[in-house]
């Protein structure tokens, strides 16, 4: 429609084509650029000179007879009679559609053009059809003549003297399968980058569309109200318009270099945000959902990629990449959904949740301060996992979750008695105590947790990222194929306890834009090969690879399979309840420590955090504080290294930050090297054969340090086996005049009763797997220079084909036999103690 205003990309990308000039004479052999395509001469005579009494749908049927002359085909000259001969094709675009449908049949047979589709092509250009403005029905007759993965000139080139024109591509259409927030972000990251040449479809059975035709989500959806934590390297990456809508202007400092946000909230910004005005035509969301059949039958119509980001149990991926998938280990754990309601914010500071998350593995805590809602999550062995159910014996999960029941005994609203959660009838059972104390740990309530699901975690992989659709799934595109591609939980799903997934998902649907957009530039569509996607499999293959291998599989080994978790649950009995308490709180204290020297920490610091930290974790049950210290605190150390992200989307000075990154890796990789050929060699005196040290409380309390093995001497000898057990945080207690009551801990959850814990035999040993001593440990925060099959974190080429299965050990039988006590309370670390606790945590451990 003449005047009508078309969304701003597009009038950008049309801005930047009209400078390239049309109809300059080439010659044979000539460079081919993205935007220029070759014409015979003889086409301009064919065309004709302009004479004022003859239009250009005139010119375009004698030009269409001149060429069908020349085809020397039968069928494509008696089709082009009849179509010239049609009066009711009253425009060139009229002309070119009846030549699509009648001589092509909607489709191309092949990539390669052929003469009469440049004369076709030819026509549109001279008629100046690209440059009008035009309805849908034209843009689709274009896209299809220009398709952008149909090769621009014929093979060879026509002889003679040739014409170049601007060469108007056609728009590359993508089909997204799955409107969450990887789906979501990818579809704003093409339509952005790409400037009016990539269209994108959305499909999502959870919308919905309201009288206004907008898209939105009923109030019955399925919601995630999971909080997670958006690295700054990630959103940094995102345009300013992107950055403001997903935070609305007010992202939540919470762990440094990054921003606590519901997942919720992604998912509803980022959907408004699709449908603004500056993606009028560019975006296109259904409400609705897609299966394989649904597909095959032509539901999606046609496009040049499917993208598949319909989360973990992908049915693009079972379809497509049946074969290529690769799962390296597995872990179960449980989710408690609260919201505060209207108390609002969180019972603890972020800071102090920060301190008790890290400082063990058993639980997990993503919430938001700014509204009190997020998920307690709790690591579970098999034999834990199987009693996660509801009343009805029925399996819990998001589609069906289970409930708690309120303190005067009624239900939520929109919950049975069957959906009772199960643990909670047995308030006696250690495993209810476990759940209990986790929540206490945070400080919430029972009347605060609005559903309680339990949630397989499942780390997978996959060995290629894209790959040709299969003939019998293209019948409907407009060429011989598609291609298909992953991303998201689609593409890998990770260990969320470092909370990458979101992140990694983000990342991949900006590199889609960024290589997709690229590859486009440099012609390399042309074809529809896998090769036009390689820059896009080879990042995703790489940003697999980085957290696979140095976030979900570190958490796995430490204590996140069932099977490894259940084994040191089973030994935790053995430690005796000072020791658990004063390495939780050395463990605890050291993390404080060293997170609030970070140039980039959000909160002021705390004080007397020590004293902060016991308060908490006297409430807690002693075979629950016991669990908390065999889980061990986080291996930052094995996750450090250097980020995988999207370089043609990082801005200058992020690039140059990375830089000095990777340079920072190599030089302390070469350091590591040479101190660990001096100790190798006998010259450093201070090397030492002890592998693992308890840490060391900032404060005296009036515990026995020098019985417990923490002080500054030489260790003492373990625990007998008769010693009667002693509980850490009864002792505490008992002597609080010793302790700063000053302690800035926010208890509006606190409960102030002490309750009796459980006992437990103070057994001296607890068996530990054996295996080769690990390399000296190094500080904590020291980056790691990281090699994988021969790549670096630099270039995107890692191959994954030969990775190994991440190991669920199968503890004891036949293993070596270790003094965990005498582990966990051998002196005052000379380092960091999340590194040596990942040195036993992989069983890197000798015997002195």
Not at 207 to 236: C, E, F, H
Not at 731 to 740: E, P, Q, R, V, Y
Not at 757 to 786: D, H, K
């Amino acid at each position: 429609m003449p005047g009508a205003k078309l969304p701003t990309a597009t009038r950008a990308f049309r801005r930047r084509s009209a400078q390239v000039g049309a109809g300059s004479p080439a010659t044979p052999g000539q460079p081919v650029y993205e935007d220029v395509i070759l014409f015979p001469k003889v086409y301009e005579e064919a065309w004709g000179a302009i004479e004022a009494n003859r239009d250009d749908l005139d010119r375009a049927r004698i030009f269409l007879l001149r060429i069908a002359t020349m085809t020397g085909d039968p069928h494509i000259i008696n089709e082009l009679r009849q179509i010239v001969a049609i009066q009711e094709h009253r425009s060139v675009h009229a002309l070119a559609l009846a030549i699509r449908m009648h001589i092509y049949g909607d489709r191309h047979a092949e990539f390669t053009p052929t003469p009469f589709l440049q004369a076709v092509r030819f026509m549109l250009i001279k008629a100046k059809v690209p440059e009008a403005v035009f309805s849908d029905r034209q843009k689709q007759t274009l896209d299809f003549f220009f398709d952008p993965t149909l090769h621009r000139n014929t093979t060879p080139l026509p002889m003679g003297e040739l014409v170049r024109y601007r060469y108007p591509a056609g728009r590359l259409k993508i089909c997204i399968i799955g409107g969450g927030p990887t789906g979501l972000a990818s579809a704003i990251s093409l339509a952005e980058k790409g400037a009016g040449r990539i269209e994108v479809h959305v499909w999502e059975q959870r919308w919905v569309m309201d009288a206004n035709g907008r898209i939105d989500y009923p109030a019955t959806a399925k919601r995630r109200d999971q909080v997670v934590t958006l690295q700054d390297s990630v959103t940094t990456l995102l345009s300013q318009a992107s950055f403001d809508a997903l935070f609305a202007g007010r992202p939540e400092r919470v762990w440094p270099g990054s921003a606590n946000i519901q997942i919720r909230k992604v998912e509803d910004r980022f959907l408004k945000r699709c449908q603004t005005e500056e993606f009028r035509g560019l975006i296109y969301l259904h409400a609705e959902g897609v299966t394989r059949e649904e597909l095959q039958a032509g539901k999606c119509g046609d496009f040049h990629v499917l993208l598949g980001a319909d989360g973990a149990a992908s049915w693009v991926r079972g379809s497509y990449f049946r074969g290529y998938e690769n799962e390296r280990g597995k872990s179960y754990a449980l989710g408690l959904a609260f919201d505060r309601g209207a108390r609002g914010g969180l019972p603890w500071s972020q800071s102090l949740n920060m301190f008790l998350t890290l400082g063990q593995t058993r639980y997990l805590l993503n919430a938001s301060d700014h509204d009190g809602r997020g998920y307690l999550n709790m690591q579970l062995t098999e034999d834990e996992w199987d009693k996660m159910v509801s009343a009805d014996g029925g399996p819990i999960h998001f589609g069906r979750p289970s409930c708690l029941r309120r303190p005067d005994g009624s239900l939520p609203e929109g919950f049975d008695e069957g959906r009772v959660f199960k643990p909670s009838l047995d308030r006696n059972s250690d495993t209810w105590k476990s759940i209990e104390d986790g929540l206490k740990l945070f400080g919430f309530r029972e009347e605060e947790v609005i559903n309680v699901v339990r949630i397989p975690i499942v780390v997978q992989a996959v060995r290629e990222g894209v790959q040709m659709l299969p003939l019998e799934d293209s019948r409907f595109v407009h060429r011989p194929h598609a291609l298909v591609a992953l991303a998201g939980d689609a593409m890998m799903t990770v260990h969320f306890w470092p909370g990458r997934g979101l992140n990694s998902g983000i990342k991949a649907g900006i590199a889609l834009g960024d290589e997709i957009v690229h590859a486009l530039n440099i012609g390399r569509f042309a074809g529809l090969q896998l090769d036009a996607m390689k820059e896009y499999n080879d990042f995703v293959l790489k940003l697999q690879n980085r957290e696979h291998d140095k976030r979900s599989i570190p958490i796995l080994n430490q204590s996140g399979t069932p099977e490894m978790l259940g084994w040191l649950l089973q030994k935790a009995a053995s430690v005796p309840d000072e020791v658990a308490v004063e390495w939780l709180v050395g463990a605890m204290s050291q993390i404080a420590d060293r997170l609030e020297q970070r140039d980039d920490w959000q909160f002021p610091k705390e004080v007397n955090i020590e004293p902060q930290i016991r308060i908490v974790l006297r409430q807690l049950h002693s075979l629950t504080l016991r669990e908390m210290a065999v889980s061990f605190p986080w291996p930052t150390r094995e996750m450090a290294g250097a980020e995988v992200l999207p370089i043609r989307s990082m801005k200058p000075e992020e690039k140059q930050k990375w830089m000095q990154q990777l340079w920072g890796m190599l030089t302390a990789e070469r350091k590591r090297e040479k101190d660990s050929a001096r100790a190798r060699a006998g010259s450093n005196p201070n090397v030492t054969n002890a592998r693992f040290e308890a840490p060391r409380a900032r404060s005296r309390s009036p515990i026995n340090f020098a019985r417990l093995g923490l002080g500054d001497g030489p260790a003492s000898p373990p625990l007998p086996s008769d010693a009667p057990p002693v509980n850490a945080a009864q002792a505490i207690m008992a002597n609080s005049g010793n302790l700063d009551t000053a302690a800035s801990l926010r208890r509006s959850n606190a409960t102030g009763s002490q309750r009796s814990v459980r006992r437990f035999s103070n057994a001296n040993t607890l068996g530990v797997p054996g295996a080769t001593p690990s390399p000296p440990a190094s500080e904590q925060n020291e980056p790691e220079y990281v090699t994988t099959n021969g790549g670096d974190e630099v270039h995107f080429s890692a191959d994954s084909r030969s990775r190994p299965r991440s190991p669920s050990p199968q503890p004891p039988a036949g293993f070596g036999e270790m003094n965990l006590t005498r582990l966990l309370s051998v002196k005052r670390p000379n380092g960091s103690v999340l590194s040596d606790a990942m040195a036993l945590a992989l069983f890197r451990v000798d015997e002195d």
